[in-house]
């Protein structure tokens, strides 16, 4: 399986530089969920933003690849070369060096005997990891009615539509880990093996297709407004420092506060009450500087909260897919 890299840098400047920049169960917490979606629905999009286009596009690629790259690290060297060596055992049968197939297998299930060893309680292990970049231009009044749209829909009976209409309202990197099922995929090579020693190299590869149909697909989502917002946060800091226009810094704490908005109104989080508390540092940090009366310190705690929040956010998203 090819690894992500060249893909990658494609779809990163293609898609961020398109993107809209400037800018549990009971009835008390669908109540609350409720008041929560209309406060966002009346928050006022800011006229403009104070900040380079580019220099915004530049540092959300920058974060987006230290992201990546930190995936990459959990992919199990082990795992990747049985993979491959799976792989390579199908091109030998198709092929005709049964011999050289029955080589690269052995090799294959001694990986996976290492595995087991290194690993002995873990279901799945990752062998690659891609990503892909899913963005829209849009306002918190177009997510609305397009959620009002779905819910409609769905009402009527037409899922189908009402998923499709969901569908575009997304703005978010998905990292996709490939994991290799470790309980059953030596058992598959061994099988595929014993074809081979048997003189059935059909079966044989057959098995070994069956093998890569079993892989799984962890999906991981990192929300981009989120991420818009972390560099915008960043930047209102760096100006205060620099002494510049308390506009330009007001500007891009509303420009952050704003991303945030967008990422709950599409659903990141569920209406997470963490966006309610960053939106009230937000707002007291903007009050702090508007008055000149700065504490030490405020700006720094507002960004880690933020990090650690989209930490939070990223790590809670893993589904199957």
């Not at 199908?90 to 005997?113: H, P, R, Y």
């Not at 330009?248 to 991303?259: F, P, R």
């Not at 000149?292 to 929040?309: C, D, H, Q, Y």
């Amino acid at each position: 399986m090819k690894t992500i890299k060249r893909v990658f840098t494609v779809f990163l400047v293609v898609a961020i530089s398109s993107m809209g920049l400037t800018s549990c169960n009971s009835h008390k917490n669908t109540e609350k969920k409720i008041k929560e979606s209309k406060t966002t629905q009346s928050v006022k999009k800011p006229d403009t933003l104070k900040m380079s286009m580019d220099t915004l596009s530049m540092r959300i690629r920058q974060n987006t690849w230290k992201e990546f790259q930190k995936q990459q690290t959990h992919i199990i060297k082990e795992a990747l070369e049985t993979l491959n060596q799976t792989n390579e055992a199908i091109t030998d049968l198709q092929s005709g060096d049964v011999k050289k197939a029955e080589t690269v297998l052995k090799t294959a299930i001694k990986n996976t005997g290492i595995l087991l060893k290194k690993y002995p309680t873990a279901d799945l292990v990752p062998v690659d990891i891609k990503m892909d970049v899913q963005d829209l231009i849009t306002t918190l009044p177009q997510i609305n009615r397009t959620v009002k749209l779905a819910k409609q829909q769905m009402s009527k009976g037409s899922y189908q539509e009402a998923s499709q209409l969901l569908n575009t309202v997304k703005s978010e990197l998905d990292f996709n880990t490939i994991n290799l099922p470790l309980g059953t995929y030596p058992d598959g090579l061994n099988l595929s093996l014993d074809f081979i020693n048997k003189n059935k190299p059909k079966q044989a590869k057959q098995v070994l297709f069956d093998l890569l149909n079993s892989l799984v697909v962890n999906q991981t989502v990192l929300p981009l407004p989120v991420l818009r917002a972390q560099v915008m946060l960043a930047e209102s800091q760096n100006l205060h420092n620099k002494k510049e226009d308390k506009s330009k810094v007001i500007n891009l704490l509303e420009n952050a506060d704003y991303q945030l908005k967008l990422a709950q109104a599409i659903g990141y989080g569920n209406f997470d009450q963490e966006y309610t508390e960053i939106s009230k540092d937000i707002n007291n940090v903007k009050t702090s500087v508007k008055n000149g009366k700065v504490a030490p310190g405020i700006f720094s705690r507002l960004i880690k909260r933020t990090e650690n929040f989209k930490n939070r956010l990223f790590n809670n998203s893993t589904k199957k897919k």
